[in-house]
């Protein structure tokens, strides 16, 4: 499982929120290693069993209304309560002011305090699914990322083997490079993969013979994209390599890739002279979209045979 700090947080969202940093300054390297953001009202009244630690905390109106309606001591208790349990930062909603006490405490325990003029539910939701992609668990992957036709394309295959001229390619298409070389893989649902491109390489492809090439400077802003769901891979492999058993002509036997736990369709194309590998990758894709839909060609070919051979054997 992924990290995040907390300023890494503030830095990226607090545009959108309406984020102020308004205490615990000194706790900005606090991190963040789960997606779940909660409110913290058990844990006031002292039930800390339900509040877990490195997690961020939203207090709303609900919150605060309690705070506020406490006794100094009670007021005192009930902080000391919600910093015990080792928070990663607050967020106090609503546009609420923060009573004195709690602003002090946040920099007691070097916790950063932030407030928001959104609303608790919206903030939470919004928090919730950056923080689902943040920390989400993750993987490198050797290849190029692609999308074709709207699909996430991964082009695997030896050192070598023209995955960068094939990318190059499909580019001059109007297909769009996401990653070049290292592809960084996170599982941001049960069943899906993002991939994203590492900030160093954003932009970038290197083609033997051309050196590097800023594919953005070149083909234009539409040419280029950060990140993408992983929809296919697909494989090169030298056609005079594949031993015959690999090559099913016929494509009856779905093949997949599991990559952090989840399963990915794959393709085999054989690379030989005068392939047009660019229109095959394309053909792929759409073949791929087919066989979503629930159309599968070389299923239609073999029913349609079976149904001749039994027309055959009755007439004979």
């Known amino acids: 499982m992924a990290e995040i700090s907390v300023s890494a947080l503030y830095q990226d969202t607090h545009r959108k929120l309406k984020l102020a940093w308004v205490a615990g300054l000194a706790g900005g390297g606090n991190t963040l290693s789960s997606e779940t953001v909660s409110k913290p009202s058990l844990a006031l009244i002292g039930h800390l069993n339900f509040v877990h630690p490195n997690r961020l905390q939203v207090l709303g109106c609900a919150e605060m209304d309690y705070l506020r309606g406490l006794h100094a001591t009670d007021l005192q208790r009930a902080i000391h309560n919600l910093f015990s349990t080792d928070l990663a930062a607050i967020v106090v909603a609503n546009g609420e002011l923060p009573p004195a006490e709690l602003l002090a405490a946040a920099e007691q325990y070097r916790t950063p305090l932030f407030t928001s003029p959104l609303r608790s539910p919206a903030l939470m939701d919004i928090l919730s699914h950056y923080l689902a992609k943040a920390v989400a668990e993750s993987t490198s ?79 234009g802003d539409s040419s280029v994209k950060p990140s993408k769901p992983l929809d296919l891979i697909i494989q090169l492999e030298m056609a005079d390599a594949l031993a015959a058993h690999q090559l099913d002509r016929l494509k009856i036997e779905s093949r997949y890739e599991e990559i952090l736990s989840i399963n990915i369709p794959k393709v085999i194309i054989p690379v030989a002279a005068g392939r047009n590998l660019a229109v095959l990758v394309e053909v792929a894709v759409r073949n791929h979209m087919l066989l979503l839909r629930g159309i599968n060609g070389s299923k239609q070919f073999m029913q349609r045979q079976s149904r001749e051979m039994k027309k055959n054997k009755a007439e004979n």
């Not at 070598?160 to 592809?183: P, Q, T």
């Open 141 to 219: 992957l050797h290849g190029v990322f692609l999308e074709v036709n709207g699909f996430g394309v991964l082009l695997k295959g030896a050192p070598a083997i023209g995955k960068s001229e094939l990318a190059l390619e499909l580019i001059s298409r109007g297909h769009r490079l996401i990653a070049d070389d290292i592809v960084d893989f996170f599982r941001i649902a049960p069943d899906s993969l993002e991939g994203r491109c590492p900030p160093l390489l954003q932009d970038f492809l290197e083609v033997r013979g051309l050196g590097v090439l800023n594919i953005h400077a070149m083909f």
